[in-house]
């Protein structure tokens, strides 16, 4: 066993500073930058590689194929998250290991009936474990808590993680929404952090292992060229849909708007249309009263449009229904968070009723969980203002922000 002076040097931060710069003004991820200059880094060790067919270059070359392709990286094993190494398995359907069918390479699952972490015999087999799977900037996603787990194991097992970086498509700069009670942790809030954290992958990684303790060996490959704030077709780089249902920059965005309207199980969100997580939408609504009175409040960073449209699966599948789609025109000054309770509050003043908008037994649990806390729900059931329930979690929030500034990577 190491000592703990050791231990402590070991499991310091290290972030590569020695990065290319280029006149060009496109984003170049922490792949592209970790083929450039840093695969010295995992020279002679066994790399085990995290990811799904978000992993690519510039050119969508995957991650798999340029690692497996370099003299001087030896990957051994695949970790696959939620949707699999291809991304070909549904939402919350066991990813199964194996082999992967174009590579040969053993796949361990990270989303099996044995938990969310990869196991020891598998850790056994690597040296390194690399991060590369593009984020939506949402609490309520699994990917950044597969990373976790991994990082919590590799602390464990004395094994490093290397975090290539990508852009938040929020813009990494919105932080917004109620940070996780305890008794709401889970595999879509591992840790008490905020519905909207705005930080890239690679930050959320340092603020976990300092602040939440992990204290895994952790190197981050940042980003050239990014900047707080940018939208995504200000990087330049190709968007490669991260689940089944975000197969869009805007899906991504409004995914941390919608996603919990969803677990009320009376709202078709879009799923099973071709706009999901970008409308909400029942039989029952006036679509054009809706998009009226959410336009009043001048939300910040969006607008709503009335909405007409059948799904052709999941809510109201195959019925008519009416409602609002978000047009987001400003990611930099949208609050998603703060939208989702807005459009919760017009639901249950305008809607309330057991044919119509109702908070069910048997989904409350799952929108608690997803929220982070029962607060919000509470209080928009017993009528409260949108305005009044934000400034219920504005505390915790604020204190949230202020120990997120000293792991910003980016300006």
């Known amino acids: 066993m190491l000592d703990n002076k050791i231990i402590s040097l070991v499991f310091s931060m290290t972030i590569l500073a020695t990065i290319p710069r280029s006149a060009e003004a496109r984003v170049y991820s922490g792949l592209e930058v970790f083929l450039a200059r840093h695969v010295k880094l995992v020279r002679g060790k066994r790399v085990g590689l995290i990811t799904n067919p978000t992993g690519v270059d510039a050119k969508l070359n995957s991650t798999v194929d340029l690692l497996r392709a370099n003299p001087n ?32 390479i053993p796949v361990y699952t990270l989303y099996g009936a044995g938990g969310h972490r990869p196991g020891k015999a598998a850790l056994s087999k690597v040296d390194v474990l690399i991060y590369d799977i593009q984020d939506v900037g949402s609490r309520a996603y699994t990917y950044i808590w597969h990373l976790a787990e991994c990082m919590s194991a590799a602390a464990e097992a004395g094994k490093t993680v290397i975090v290539l970086d990508r852009p938040n498509p929020l813009g990494a700069s919105v932080v917004d929404g109620p940070v996780s009670e305890k008794a709401y942790l889970s595999f879509i809030g591992l840790y008490p952090i905020p519905r909207v954290y705005g930080l890239t992958v690679g930050e959320l990684a340092r603020y976990l292992n300092t602040e939440e303790k992990i204290r895994c060996r952790l190197l981050i490959v940042p980003m050239v060229n990014y900047k707080r704030g940018m939208v995504w077709s200000q990087t330049g780089l190709p968007w490669v849909p991260t689940s089944p249902n975000i197969p869009t920059p805007e899906a991504a965005c409004a995914f941390a708007a919608t996603g919990t309207i969803g677990e009320t199980g009376c709202l078709s969100i879009g799923i099973g249309y071709t706009l999901p997580f970008q409308v909400v939408a029942a039989p029952w609504i006036n679509a054009e009263k809706m998009a009226g009175a959410l336009n009043r409040l001048r939300l910040p960073g ?3 449009r009335p909405i007409h449209y059948k799904p052709f699966y999941a809510a109201y599948a195959n019925k008519y229904v009416h409602g609002v789609q978000l047009i987001i025109t400003n990611p ?52 409260e203002g949108y305005r009044a329930i934000v400034d219920s979690w504005r505390a915790k929030l604020n204190a949230f922000k202020r120990k997120r500034l000293k792991y910003l990577i980016y300006k």
């Open 332 to 383: 930099g000054r949208f609050r998603p968070a703060t939208t989702e309770t807005a459009i919760l509050c017009h639901l249950q003043k305008h809607y309330s009723s057991p044919r119509m908008f109702s908070w069910r037994a048997d989904k409350t649990a799952g929108f608690d969980k997803a929220m982070g806390t029962s607060l919000v729900r509470r209080r928009v059931a017993a009528g």
């Open 302 to 304: 969006v607008r709503f």
């Open 73 to 104: 990286v030896n990957l051994v094993a695949l970790f696959a998250p939620e949707h699999g190494i291809r991304g070909d398995v549904r939402a919350g359907q066991n990813v199964p290991g194996g082999r992967d069918p174009g590579t040969g």
